[in-house]
Every structure is written in structure tokens, then in C-alpha cells.
């Protein structure tokens, strides 16, 4: 299999990356089952990319059903390092506007019940998650979305519920009072498992509505989301295709994320279940083997 070194996860909206060459799909099947769809492989700005829409072709996978675990198992198994997920979601303050876009930093988990770990069965291992998102990667991020003329802003806490329903009044209040700034339903638990799977990862959130606190706009609806994203896709594929140049122009670039296990695991190696070994060496076994 071809080694790709820079993933995109597409969200609503973004279910496929224009101007890619000479694509190939590849269809792989990992221990944590199979991933959202084929991932398209191409060539974009002179580099490999591999993309995956997140939901599937067609939107078919509800935010809590996401095979998240095999998206970013295949996404390793490709030999990917740099993730970028592109992300719908609503604004919870006044100053991130519709057609706006937020790199966050900061990332609160409402979710609930998801599968939030590669590890168990026999292995423990617990990772950091103080600061959630690749700060390399979210800088390359800023300036790829600033190079499109898009407005871009760099932080912000994103909270992530488990939907599928959006919130009510009182949830967007509530989290507007936590000092929440932006919400959607899916970068939980994407951001903690490429974190364990040591794949640097951030986030390109694309404002779509003002979520359901605002006095004097509309409560959010899917209508909504997709009527703003659609006036939006161009920028989203430029910010990428600028994303994947800053990238590949900067070949010394390096990021906190690729040793995240380090000082993460607790179990000894001679304890670890067969069948655990195998399913996680392509995470561990450069700990493993040294
Ligand atoms: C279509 S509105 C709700 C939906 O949009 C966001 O999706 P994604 O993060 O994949 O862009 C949000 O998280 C919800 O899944
Ligand atoms: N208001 C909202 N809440 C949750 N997810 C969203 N995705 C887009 N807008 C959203």
C-alpha cells in the first residue's frame, strides 16, 4: 500500500476534495471494523492526500454511529501524520459569524456512550488531552484559511454533544455560560483517538449558524447548516489545498502528537493478550520493538 502522510476528514457538506489527481480508492478493513467509506487517494499541490468523508457518501452515518475508530486506524495504517478534520458547527458568541471559520483549541466532551479508546482488553494506556488539538498543525490551519481571504479565527472552545438532535435554548445558554464558543457532534471522539494513534490533528470548523441562543436569528436547522456550507465549500477546498502546500513546503515540521504514547502506557508488554498485540501493533510496536 502506498504511504500518504496527509489525511482529510470531510464533515457535512464536504464529501468530496476537488482537484485531485490520479486518484485511487482504496477500500480497508482495520481490527475496529471498517471505516465511514472508500478513502480517496490523489494527488493535490504535488502531494498525496487521502481523503474521507466522515458520515459517507450520501450523508448516511448519524455523528454517534461514526466508525471513528476505523477512520483513524485506516488513516494510520495509510501512514498518515497530519489529520485535518473539516467540521460544521454553530457559534455560540456573536463575533464568530455564520461564513466564519474557527481553528479551536479547546475541546469539551458531551457526548455520550461512544467507543473513546483503542485501548483495553488487557492494555492500559491514558494520553493527554490538555491541549487537544496539534498546535503545528492548527498554526498551518490559520494560515491556510487567512491565504483564502475567508474571516478566520484562531481558539476557541469547542463543545462537542452527542446529538443527533440539536440543542435547546437552555443547553445553548448554558454552554455560552461555561465559555463555550462553537458546538457540533463530532470531533469527540476523532481528536482523543488520533491522539492515540499519534497522528497530529486539528480542526478547519466551518460557522454555519448562531445555534439556537441568539435572539434575534432562527434556531439552527440542517436547512440552515447546508445553505451556508454551500456558500462555503470553495473556501473549505482552497483552505485544504493551501493547507496540504504549507505542509509539503515545510518537510522539517514536526509535532508533540507523534510521541503521545510515550509516557502514556501502563501496562508491561509481557502482560498484553495475544490478541491485544496484534490488533494494537501498529501503534505500539515502535515502543515495543525498541
Ligand atoms: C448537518 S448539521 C449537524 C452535523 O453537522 C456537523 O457535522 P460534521 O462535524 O461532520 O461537519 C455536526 O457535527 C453534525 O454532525
Ligand atoms: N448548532 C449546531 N449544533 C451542533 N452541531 C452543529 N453543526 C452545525 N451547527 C451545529
Same mark, same amino acid.
Given at each position: 500500500?502506498?504511504?500518504?502522510?496527509?489525511?482529510?476528514?470531510?464533515?457535512?457538506?464536504?464529501?468530496?476534495?476537488?482537484?485531485?489527481?490520479?486518484?485511487?480508492?482504496?477500500?480497508?478493513?482495520?481490527?475496529?471494523?471498517?471505516?465511514?467509506?472508500?478513502?480517496?487517494?490523489?494527488?493535490?499541490?504535488?502531494?498525496?492526500?487521502?481523503?474521507?468523508?466522515?458520515?459517507?457518501?450520501?450523508?448516511?452515518?448519524?455523528?454517534?454511529?461514526?466508525?471513528?475508530?476505523?477512520?483513524?486506524?485506516?488513516?494510520?495504517?495509510?501512514?498518515?501524520?497530519?489529520?485535518?478534520?473539516?467540521?460544521?458547527?454553530?457559534?455560540?458568541?456573536?463575533?464568530?459569524?455564520?461564513?466564519?471559520?474557527?481553528?479551536?483549541?479547546?475541546?469539551?466532551?458531551?457526548?455520550?456512550?461512544?467507543?473513546?479508546?483503542?485501548?483495553?482488553?488487557?492494555?492500559? $494506556?491514558?494520553?493527554?488531552?490538555?491541549?487537544?488539538?496539534?498546535?503545528? &498543525? @492548527?498554526?498551518? #490551519?490559520? !494560515?491556510?484559511? /487567512?491565504?483564502?481571504?475567508?474571516?478566520?479565527?484562531?481558539?476557541?472552545?469547542?463543545?462537542?454533544?452527542?446529538?443527533?438532535?440539536?440543542?435547546?435554548?437552555?443547553?445553548?445558554?448554558?454552554?455560552?455560560?461555561?465559555?463555550?464558543?462553537?458546538?457540533?457532534?463530532?470531533?469527540?471522539?476523532?481528536?482523543?483517538?488520533?491522539?492515540?494513534?499519534?497522528?497530529?490533528?486539528?480542526?478547519?470548523?466551518?460557522?454555519?449558524?448562531?445555534?439556537?441562543?441568539?435572539?434575534?436569528?432562527?434556531?439552527?436547522?440542517?436547512?440552515?447548516?447546508?445553505?451556508?456550507?454551500?456558500?462555503?465549500?470553495?473556501?473549505?477546498?482552497?483552505?485544504?489545498?493551501?493547507?496540504?502546500?504549507?505542509?509539503?513546503?515545510?518537510?522539517?515540521?514536526?509535532?508533540?502528537?507523534?510521541?503521545?504514547?510515550?509516557?502514556?502506557?501502563?501496562? $508491561?508488554?509481557?502482560?498484553?493478550?495475544?490478541?491485544?498485540?496484534?490488533? &494494537? @501493533?501498529?501503534? #505500539?510496536? !515502535?515502543?515495543? /520493538?525498541?
Amino acid at each position: 500500500m502506498e504511504e500518504v502522510t496527509i489525511g482529510v476528514i470531510g464533515g457535512s457538506g464536504l464529501y468530496q476534495m476537488e482537484g485531485l489527481t490520479d486518484i485511487v480508492e482504496v477500500d480497508l478493513d482495520t481490527p475496529f471494523g471498517k471505516p465511514s467509506d472508500s478513502i480517496v487517494i490523489g494527488t493535490l499541490e504535488g502531494q498525496r492526500v487521502a481523503f474521507l468523508p466522515r458520515h459517507g457518501r450520501g450523508h448516511r452515518i448519524l455523528p454517534g454511529e461514526l466508525p471513528t475508530r476505523a477512520n483513524i486506524y485506516a488513516m494510520k495504517m495509510l501512514g498518515v501524520k497530519w489529520l485535518i478534520a473539516v467540521s460544521a458547527c454553530g457559534s455560540l458568541r456573536a463575533d464568530y459569524a455564520p461564513g466564519h471559520i474557527v481553528i479551536p483549541d479547546g475541546l469539551f466532551d458531551r457526548t455520550r456512550g461512544r467507543p473513546l479508546t483503542f485501548f483495553g482488553d488487557g492494555i492500559v $494506556a491514558h494520553i493527554s488531552m490538555a491541549d487537544p488539538f496539534c498546535p503545528v &498543525l @492548527s498554526d498551518v #490551519l490559520y !494560515k491556510a484559511v /487567512k491565504e483564502t481571504g475567508a474571516t478566520v479565527h484562531k481558539g476557541g472552545n469547542f463543545i462537542v454533544i452527542e446529538g443527533p438532535r440539536f440543542s435547546t435554548r437552555t443547553e445553548s445558554h448554558v454552554f455560552r455560560a461555561w465559555g463555550m464558543d462553537i458546538i457540533g457532534m463530532t470531533a469527540v471522539p476523532e481528536a482523543q483517538l488520533a491522539r492515540e494513534a499519534e497522528i497530529a490533528y486539528a480542526v478547519m470548523a466551518h460557522v454555519t449558524d448562531y445555534d439556537v441562543w441568539h435572539e434575534s436569528e432562527e434556531p439552527v436547522t440542517v436547512e440552515m447548516v447546508i445553505r451556508t456550507l454551500k456558500q462555503n465549500v470553495k473556501h473549505a477546498q482552497e483552505a485544504v489545498r493551501n493547507a496540504v502546500r504549507l505542509l509539503s513546503s515545510q518537510p522539517d515540521l514536526t509535532s508533540p502528537a507523534w510521541d503521545a504514547l510515550r509516557d502514556a502506557l501502563m501496562t $508491561a508488554p509481557e502482560m498484553v493478550p495475544i490478541e491485544t498485540r496484534r490488533r &494494537l @501493533s501498529l501503534l #505500539l510496536d !515502535k515502543y515495543w /520493538k525498541q
